[in-house]
């Protein structure tokens, strides 16, 4: 996707050289060694000259010298997104967005895990409705973020850890990294507008492997998929990809968001239409498992496009 990964495009040809413990087990299989209380993957927190200025509570946000780091901040939980998370990442991103002192922002997670996608203890009580317009709310917040977004990712990546990258400016992974994304296992459909920058990024045929038939990939091949700009040993990760994002703080602002919105707005509107048929899909599929006889579901799913008429299942 040539404009969504333009900035991307530059600094990798310029370089040197919660879903459940369960689901991220089989995403890592025997990549990851599994402790009664942590796991031993990945890169550790970041080494970062910052005093905390969070007011959050699932997540750590700093600020210093232009660059805001977002850490996801469940480590318990492998950093999956909680309902709480879904609605202070949108308010930690308007917060970078209005900031003046903010250039760069990053996210990355605390611990050895980037995070492990959506809690699936997540929505429970909650009407389709709700969910969809909270889901609608997260990834257009990313859609519409104006200032540089970095990814940092410091272990591994599930669900919309995954789907959002292509959002993203830059992706600087440790090698370690697995990028997995389980919709079809969990019995959902892909999401963060992955059905419309997966395969403008890395091609149909490479989509799809990761959207419908759940194929797990480690950090060289989403480097090569076009998902990540460029990959640290991981014994060193935390120490050269911090000074590379700082040194982004000292490019021309403007230049930085002009180019940014440039980018975007090529895309802007086609990426919320999908994101809207997306997050309704999914909450569809998410109280389709959970609640089926509601007739608010029912009146919900009967709004959506049906499957052809010729298709029997």
Same mark, same amino acid.
């Given at each position: 996707?040539?404009?969504?990964?333009?900035?991307?495009?530059?600094?990798?040809?310029?370089?040197?050289?919660?879903?459940?413990?369960?689901?991220?087990?089989?995403?890592?299989?025997?990549?990851?060694?599994?402790?009664?209380?942590?796991?031993?993957?990945?890169?550790?927190?970041?080494?970062?000259?910052?005093?905390?200025?969070?007011?959050?509570?699932?997540?750590?946000?700093?600020?210093?010298?232009?660059?805001?780091?977002?850490?996801?901040?469940?480590?318990?939980?492998?950093?999956?997104?909680?309902? #709480?998370?879904? !609605?202070?990442?949108?308010?930690?991103? $308007?917060?970078? *967005?209005?900031?003046?002192?903010? &250039?760069?922002?990053? %996210?990355?997670?605390?611990?050895?895990?980037?995070?492990?996608?959506?809690?699936?203890?997540?929505?429970?009580?909650?009407?389709?409705?709700?969910?969809?317009?909270?889901?609608?709310?997260?990834?257009?917040?990313?859609?519409?973020?104006?200032?540089?977004?970095?990814?940092?990712?410091?272990?591994?990546?599930?669900?919309?850890?995954?789907?959002?990258?292509?959002?993203?400016?830059?992706?600087?992974?440790?090698?370690?990294?697995?990028?997995?994304?389980?919709?079809?296992?969990?019995?959902?459909?892909?999401?963060?507008?992955?059905?419309?920058?997966?395969?403008?990024?890395?091609?149909?045929? #490479?989509?799809? !492997?990761?959207?419908?038939?759940?194929? $797990?990939?480690? *950090?060289?091949?989403?480097?090569? &998929?076009?998902?990540? %700009?460029?990959?640290?040993?991981?014994?060193?990760?935390?120490?050269?990809?911090?000074?590379?994002?700082?040194?982004?703080?000292?490019?021309?602002?403007?230049?930085?968001?002009?180019?940014?919105?440039?980018?975007?707005?090529?895309?802007?509107?086609?990426?919320?239409?999908?994101?809207?048929?997306?997050?309704?899909?999914?909450?569809?599929?998410?109280?389709?498992?959970?609640?089926?006889?509601?007739?608010?579901?029912?009146?919900?799913?009967?709004?959506?496009?049906?499957?052809?008429?010729?298709?029997?299942?």
């Amino acid at each position: 996707m040539a404009a969504l990964s333009s900035i991307r495009h530059i600094l990798r040809t310029s370089a040197k050289g919660r879903y459940s413990n369960g689901v991220l087990r089989h995403a890592l299989g025997q990549q990851m060694k599994w402790s009664a209380t942590e796991v031993t993957f990945g890169s550790t927190l970041p080494h970062q000259p910052m005093s905390s200025q969070s007011t959050y509570e699932t997540l750590n946000v700093t600020c210093e010298d232009g660059l805001r780091v977002i850490t996801y901040n469940r480590p318990d939980k492998k950093n999956a997104i909680s309902e #709480k998370m879904f !609605e202070e990442v949108v308010a930690a991103l $308007k917060e970078a *967005a209005d900031d003046p002192k903010t &250039l760069i922002t990053a %996210t990355t997670g605390a611990g050895n895990v980037y995070t492990a996608g959506n809690d699936l203890k997540n929505f429970r009580g909650m009407a389709t409705t709700e969910i969809a317009d909270l889901l609608i709310r997260y990834f257009s917040a990313f859609i519409d973020f104006p200032k540089p977004l970095v990814a940092v990712i410091n272990g591994a990546a599930v669900g919309a850890g995954v789907t959002l990258l292509p959002m993203y400016d830059a992706v600087f992974a440790t090698q370690r990294a697995i990028f997995f994304t389980p919709f079809s296992s969990l019995g959902i459909v892909a999401e963060g507008c992955s059905t419309y920058t997966f395969p403008m990024v890395m091609g149909h045929s #490479k989509a799809t !492997e990761l959207l419908l038939f759940d194929k $797990k990939v480690s *950090a060289a091949e989403a480097c090569k &998929l076009g998902l990540v %700009t460029e990959v640290y040993p991981d014994a060193t990760f935390q120490e050269e990809v911090w000074p590379r994002v700082r040194a982004m703080t000292k490019l021309p602002p403007k230049s930085l968001l002009y180019s940014k919105q440039l980018c975007r707005e090529i895309h802007r509107a086609k990426l919320h239409e999908v994101n809207i048929a997306e997050s309704k899909r999914v909450a569809e599929r998410l109280v389709a498992k959970l609640c089926p006889d509601s007739e608010e579901y029912k009146k919900f799913a009967s709004s959506l496009p049906p499957l052809p008429a010729n298709v029997k299942i």
